[in-house]
C-alpha cells in the first residue's frame, strides 16, 4: 500500500482519491467552499484577468515535477505569491487550477478538492496577511526590505503547506502513514529555499514596475526639466 503511494506521486502536495476518510473529505469541501464564497464577494471585472493569470501561472508551476532521492517528488507551489497580490481571492484562482490538473490530468483528485484546496489556500491568505501587516507597519520603502519579507514569506508558505499536508496525510488516513506525511515535509525544504528566493525577487520586480499590485506606494516621479524659453536662449 504504502509503496504504491509513493510510486503514484501522492506526495508532492496534491492529496489523491482514497486516501482521507469521509469527515476529512467533507470537512475539506465545505471549508473550500466558504473560502470560494467569499473570494468571489464584490468581485469586479477588472478583477477578472488578474485571478485568470495567477491561476494560470499555480497550474504550471504545480505541474513541474522534480524527483528526489525520498520516496516523493516536489514542485514549486507560487501560493504565498497568489496570496499576497490576490489576498482572499486566491482561494478562487487556487481552487480553479486544482480543479482542472484533477479533471483534465489527474492531478490530485475530485473528492479530495476541497483538501487539497484548503491546505493551498490557507497558507496563502497567511501569507497575504503576514505581508499585508509588514507593508502597513513599515512601509517596505527599500529594496532591500522587499526582498527579504518576500523571502521569509514565501519560504514560511511552503513550510506552513508542507506541514498542514504532512498533518493531513498522518490524521486523515485510514492507514499508517506517520513516517511518509514526515517525508513529504522534509522533501519540501529545499522547495521553501527555492521559492524563498524567486518570492524575494519577485516583490522587489512587482515593487519597481507595478507597486500597486502588491499594495506599495509608487515612487515619487521626478520634477520635469524646464527648458528655457527661446527668448531667453536668444537674448543671452
Do not use: Y
Request: charged share 10%; glycine share 10%.
Amino acid at each position: 500500500m504504502l509503496r504504491g503511494l509513493a510510486l503514484s506521486g501522492l506526495w508532492a502536495v496534491h492529496i489523491l482519491d482514497g486516501i482521507l476518510a469521509w469527515p476529512w473529505l467533507l470537512g475539506g469541501g465545505v471549508l473550500a467552499a466558504l473560502l470560494c464564497w467569499l473570494g468571489l464577494s464584490r468581485l469586479g471585472e477588472e478583477e477578472i484577468p488578474r485571478i485568470a493569470v495567477l491561476s494560470s501561472a499555480f497550474f504550471v508551476a504545480t505541474l513541474i515535477h522534480v524527483p528526489t532521492p525520498l520516496p516523493t517528488s516536489i514542485h514549486l507551489l507560487l501560493n504565498g505569491l497568489v496570496g499576497i497580490i490576490l489576498g482572499p481571492r486566491s482561494a478562487v484562482a487556487i481552487l480553479l487550477a486544482l480543479f482542472l490538473q484533477a479533471l483534465l490530468l489527474g492531478h490530485g483528485g475530485l473528492t479530495t478538492l476541497g483538501v487539497n484546496a484548503c491546505i493551498m489556500t490557507i497558507p496563502a491568505l497567511a501569507a497575504w496577511a503576514a505581508f499585508s501587516w509588514v507593508r502597513n507597519r513599515h512601509g517596505l520603502a527599500t529594496t532591500w526590505s522587499r526582498w527579504l519579507t518576500g523571502f521569509l514569506i514565501g519560504g514560511a508558505t511552503v513550510l506552513f503547506t508542507a506541514l498542514l499536508n504532512s498533518l493531513t496525510l498522518w490524521l486523515g488516513s485510514s492507514d499508517t502513514l506517520e513516517f511518509l506525511a514526515w517525508v513529504v515535509f522534509v522533501g519540501h525544504l529545499p522547495v521553501a529555499f527555492a521559492e524563498a528566493v524567486i518570492m524575494g525577487a519577485t516583490v522587489v520586480f512587482l515593487g519597481k514596475v507595478k507597486p500597486e499590485m502588491l499594495g506599495l506606494k509608487a515612487p515619487p516621479q521626478a520634477p520635469p526639466v524646464q527648458q528655457p524659453a527661446r527668448a531667453e536662449r536668444q537674448a543671452g
